[in-house]
């Protein structure tokens, strides 16, 4: 059986649509799909000051991915700084950090693995701003500022004996007693006090014993010349 010229064209538009169809999907599909383009990394400081390296992905399907992160050094892996799991990921984009003090100028190589979709690193490597972060606790809060050292308390701050025969404080400020009482002053003033060494006593003594020998001579002499006149 033939076939007619118009079922022919017919047929054959048909192709042309359907191809045109898958490829349109196909393109769509691959440009949906997750790839390493959805991802991105960088290194900066977080409130505190503290380094950290941020891996985001914009990955509208979603995909599962592990993100490892290396320390280079030479082109080689030197150390590894850590892995985590994006889930779940949107077309705004999901973030994962890794605590990381990192150096000036320091270079970092960062591995995605999505499972049928991604295992590949992101290129080019991570490398560090030329400037470290500054961190915010270098000065200790005002509540953890040293004190000054206690100074330690003398035997007279705390009143405690000690041994020895320094009197204490309240001791050597007891006033004396006054003169007007009943205790006896010290033996140096008695002994001048009992021998008059120390007053007018010896000179008034001295004129007293004068008068009375000038006294006696004038008596004596006086009773001689009522004898001599009475003869």
Known sequence: MSISP????????????????????????NAMACTIADFSAKAECDAKGKGVISVTDVDPLGVTAE???YLENNGADER???T????????KGV?????????PNAEYRIHVKAEGYVDEDIKPNLTTPSEACKKNSDKPPASETPK??????????TGKDTGNDTPSDSESTTPAPSGNGNVPSPEGDSNLAETGADSNT??????AAAFVAVGAGSIYFGMRRRGASSR
């Open 84 to 91: 985590q799991t994006i889930e779940d990921s949107t077309a």
């Open 67 to 69: 993100v490892t992160v």
């Open 202 to 207: 010896p000179v008034i003594a001295g004129i």
């Open 80 to 82: 590894l700084v850590g």
């Open 6 to 29: 118009r079922t022919a064209r017919s047929v054959r538009l048909l192709g042309v649509v359907s191809a045109s169809a898958a490829l349109v999907l196909g393109v769509a599909g």
């Open 95 to 103: 973030t994962v950090t890794f605590s990381e003090d990192w150096k």
């Open 148 to 157: 000054s050292p206690t100074k330690p308390s003398t035997p007279a701050d």
